[in-house]
Nanobody
Framework: QVQLVESGGGLVQAGGSLRLSCAAS????????MGWFRQAPGNEREFVAG????????YYVDSVKGRFTISRDNAKNTMYLQMNSLKPEDTAVYYC?????????????????WGQGTQVTVSS
């Protein structure tokens, strides 16, 4: 069956960096767009970044532009999120998701598969 497994979360001080990974199995990874979402306590889950099936296009929510970078390695069936200059407001559970349409869209309804999430905590 399809599995998306996030890793790389943790506790970091404001201004620090983390690199999240999402390892995919059970699907043809290179055909799927991929996305990162996050959910902070009391908030709805929100789009963070997306990448098309080929990696040729990437998308970001305004609040992370210039600080976060999404990438993928189709040979390794893995997606990444490099997070720099972290802020306390980035604290959330981060989820990766696979988009059947290949678009890496911000729209959650296009995402067919979801991981279990990894906690990111940024202290001030």
């Amino acid at each position: 069956q399809v599995q998306l497994v996030e890793s790389g979360g943790g506790l970091v001080q404001a201004g620090g960096s983390l690199r999240l990974s999402c390892a995919a199995s059970g699907l043809t990874f290179s055909r799927y767009g991929m996305g990162w979402f996050r959910q902070a306590p009391g908030n709805e889950r929100e789009f963070v970044a997306g990448i098309t099936w080929s990696g040729s296009s990437t998308y970001y929510v305004d609040s992370v532009k210039g600080r976060f970078t999404i990438s993928r390695d189709n040979a390794k069936n893995t997606m990444y999120l490099q997070m720099n200059s972290l802020k306390p407001e980035d604290t959330a559970v981060y989820y990766c998701a696979a988009d059947y349409y290949g678009s890496g869209s911000a729209a959650q309804y296009v995402y067919e598969y979801w991981g279990q999430g990894t906690q990111v905590t940024v202290s001030s």
